[in-house]
């Protein structure tokens, strides 16, 4: 399939002449209406653009590598490997992905020169600026198709149901495992039910960006459905709020191995000069050196298979806290637990919600499939499978510890326990490589800022990944409360990403053509992200002052 040399646009139709207009594809010259939800083996293309596409451009490829597993390639800054991006999870190595959005030569420093016969500007990002709405109907800039590489296929149909499904629970199943028996405690048994309530909502929204995906060719990550709905301003606010939702979670993921590590050896300490590193600063610290490295990568295709193994991981660590409860007999403490607790009901709303923060990565799942029309199913089967595992990690938790129960369980079992030890290391060496995963969107978003200066940018692009780095250690260090910092991250960012953005873009992208079911849904939805967000932000960011004070 080629690339035709004429210049070519589309119109997003008015509620008037729904019947009227019409995008016009290039396969074959056939025509695609503009609201049409179909999705397989349909693929969009566009047409070179003469303006600059929007920041963040490396959106794509960065979660690409958070989410799935590519091909193994270990190199460093500066080296051109971010053309090259792997299959999706379990897919054949020998099976190669095309990343839509590479970025620009002439505006990325880490890119190599050209090699191929390509011009510079057909290596722009698959989208162009989607001006904002505003009239009945807008002209809006070609969409350009990147050149093919030699050893690239194309991005369509790569993931099978199964391979979407596992990618599905990676994403979601996470850290948020290890605080449920805490969120119960906080909440009460009654609280609970927000983890139904919660799976429910995120389930339907994660359907609402299929939708939005749909809406119009070329759309293929969160960063764009804000652009179609509000402009380059939409862009860049849920670009921003997705950035700094990935920061927030490196940040848990130092307190979680300062917090691990200091039950395992809780005598370690460093003196010097009459000054005394206590065990949590000193291994936070010792993180903090140890991922360096690993942030330093341009290449973290290695990475990827390994934190993969995430979704084993989260498996293992329920099958020891099982393990711990019903082989080792350690106990239950049933008479302690509570039916509500009214004073931190609050703090659970962020912690549950917490559980269910993927839907920054499931538009890159979704236009990855090879079968788009299974998407609904592959959300299903891994909101109920990790809804499953939440909720049952919760009960046992909280049976077994009550009102004792720590922010992460793991720092509750038994430490002269076999499971016990399996269980924490299992917690401590996970985050290793999910740590500069999350870490690299971020980074690489900063990096596109750089003005392109072989050698500086390489200088730049170190020195931004390792302040980066630092800069998650001064945080953890100052609010070393890993319950606290997630119920935030639930209750701000999450709630945000989850449930009000995706209903707020496809009320906007899709006004005049949708039902009015579907708008009372999502004005539902909205309600009940906002007073989430409102409560349960206020509680957690009092109760984390109250703590430093």
Not at 87 to 110: A, C, G, N, W
Not at 371 to 400: E, H, N
């Amino acid at each position: 399939m080629k690339n035709s040399e004429s210049d070519q646009a589309f119109f997003i139709e008015s509620d008037e002449d729904d019947e009227k207009d019409s995008i016009k594809g290039e396969d074959d010259g056939n025509e695609t209406d503009v609201s049409n939800y179909s999705d397989d083996n349909h693929q969009h293309q566009g047409k070179p653009s003469s303006l600059n596409p929007s920041w963040p451009q490396s959106y794509r490829q960065s979660i690409d590598l958070y989410s799935s597993v590519p091909s193994p390639s270990l190199n460093f800054l500066g080296t051109p490997t971010l053309s090259r991006l792997g299959s999706s999870f379990l897919s054949s190595s020998l099976t190669r992905r095309h990343t839509p959005e590479i970025l620009p030569t002439l505006s990325k420093p880490f890119l190599p020169p050209e090699t191929d016969n390509q011009q510079p500007q057909e290596r722009r990002s698959s989208h162009s600026l989607l001006p904002p709405r505003g009239s009945s109907a807008k002209k809006l800039p070609h969409y350009q198709k990147p050149s093919k590489v030699s050893h690239e296929l194309p991005l369509s149909t790569q993931s099978s149901y199964g391979q979407s499904v596992i990618n599905g629970i990676n994403v979601l199943c996470g850290v948020g495992i290890l605080s449920t028996p805490y969120a119960v405690k906080e909440g009460g048994w009654v609280g609970l039910f927000l983890l139904f309530l919660f799976g429910v909502l995120s389930f339907y929204t994660g359907i609402l960006l299929r939708h939005c995906l749909d809406s119009q060719p070329g759309l293929e990550t969160y960063p764009d459905i804000g652009q179609a709905a509000f402009g380059t301003t939409g862009r860049l606010i849920i670009s921003i709020i997705l950035y700094v939702e990935l920061y927030a979670c490196c940040v848990e993921y130092i307190i979680l191995e300062s917090d691990n590590l200091s039950s395992l050896f809780p005598n370690a300490h460093l003196s010097f000069g009459g000054f005394i590193l206590s065990a949590h600063y000193l291994f936070a610290i010792m993180i903090a050196l140890a991922v360096l490295p690993t942030v330093w990568l341009r290449d973290m295709s290695v990475l990827s298979y390994i934190s993969a193994g995430g979704v084993i991981a989260s498996i293992l660590v329920a099958i020891c806290l099982f393990w711990v409860g019903l082989v080792d007999n350690v106990g239950y403490q049933i008479e302690t637990t509570k039916a509500l607790n009214l004073s931190s009901f609050p703090v659970a709303i962020g912690l549950y919600g917490y559980c269910y923060s993927g839907h920054a990565v499931f538009p890159n799942i979704y236009t990855s499939m090879a079968k788009r029309s299974q998407y609904p199913m592959v959300l299903l089967a891994s909101f109920c499978i990790c809804g499953v595992l939440y909720a049952a990690v919760a009960v046992m938790g909280y049976l077994m510890f009550g009102e004792s129960t720590e922010s992460q369980f793991t720092l509750n079992l038994p430490t002269n326990l076999v499971a016990s030890k399996i269980a924490v290391w299992t917690t401590v060496v996970n985050p290793f490589t999910k740590y500069a995963l999350t870490m690299s969107p971020v980074a690489m978003s900063l990096e596109e800022l750089i003005q392109p200066n072989h050698m500086k940018s390489h200088i730049y692009s170190i020195v931004i990944r390792t302040g980066l780095v630092f800069s998650t250690l001064l945080v953890a260090l100052c609010i070393p409360f890993f319950g606290l910092v997630m119920s935030l991250i639930g209750s701000l960012l999450t709630m945000l990403v989850t449930l009000i953005l995706p209903c707020v873009c496809f009320l906007s992208i899709l006004k005049g053509k949708i039902s009015r079911l579907q708008v009372s849904m999502c004005v539902l939805i909205i309600a009940v992200g906002i007073v989430s967000l409102l409560i349960g932000t206020y509680t957690s960011l009092a109760d984390i002052v109250k703590q430093l004070s």
